[in-house]
């Protein structure tokens, strides 16, 4: 049936400001019913919208505390404790040890806590986490941004999709990738730096990480400024030898 399909729909991939088409990094991953925000950049709120009210969400899942991965959590707040919107339950919100406390602090900006519990559950992440959403699994894991950060693998009964949030090139990526059907693999950088600890993927490290992992599909996102995203998806498809598609804005994708 289609609508029990795993589906992922790019509300965002822009980095590391958003631009006038695109939202920065935001994805709504959707099956049977459940919607579950996957990343919350700035303009992913106004784009997500689009198809499921802030209410209506199952979870929502963070896998860094950058602003282009979690500003918007800011204002969908504000959606859930002071407008329009009532929640019959905190929605639960999987992050990174201290995001509680984080927004909490930053809309006060001051010792008072912003009562922030009242519009989120907070699950704090840690490497090897699981939750179970309907009829979904998430499984995070710690990876390489030089600050806490995860990747997720979403599955379900018949399909499973893999988000790498930001990271450089790491084994806890490549096993959580294990035959995944479509890694959304980051493809920040242009080239890998000579000196400092990696912190994002090449294209062709993107295309590396699918390989080692045997993913089925390779889509890459977060394209660094310094190259068109269509330039990424070819040098990862070369380097792959097969295609690979760009997570642009509004496209949605069956895993
Ligand atoms: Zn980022």
Known sequence: ?????????????????????????????????ARIWVDAGSGTLAELQRHVRVDELDAIWISHLHAD??????????????????????IPLYGPPGTADRLAHFLTNGTDRSPVESAFAFHELHDGHRATIA???????????????????IDTAEASLTYSGDTGPCAALTEL??????????????????????????????ADTARSARARRLVVTHV???????????????????????????????V
């Open 1 to 33: 049936m289609p609508h029990d399909q795993l589906m992922v729909t790019v509300l965002g991939s822009a980095t590391p400001y958003a631009t006038v088409d695109n939202p920065c990094s935001g994805y709504l991953v959707t099956h049977a019913g």
């Open 69 to 90: 991965h979690s500003a918007d959590l800011l204002t969908a707040y504000y959606a859930l404790l002071f407008a329009d919107i009532d929640v019959a339950a905190p």
């Open 177 to 206: 990738a294990a035959d995944t059907d479509t890694l959304l693999c980051e493809a920040e950088s242009d080239e890998a730096p000579a000196v400092e600890p990696q912190v994002h993927h090449t294209p062709e490290d993107a």
């Open 224 to 254: 660094g400024r310094s190259m068109t995203p269509a330039d990424a998806a070819e040098r990862a498809a070369d380097r792959l030898g097969r295609d690979v598609a760009y997570a642009a804005p509004r496209r949605a994708f069956t």
């Open 135 to 153: 009829a979904t699994t998430l499984t995070s894991r710690a990876v390489d941004h030089g600050m806490p950060a995860f990747a997720v693998r």
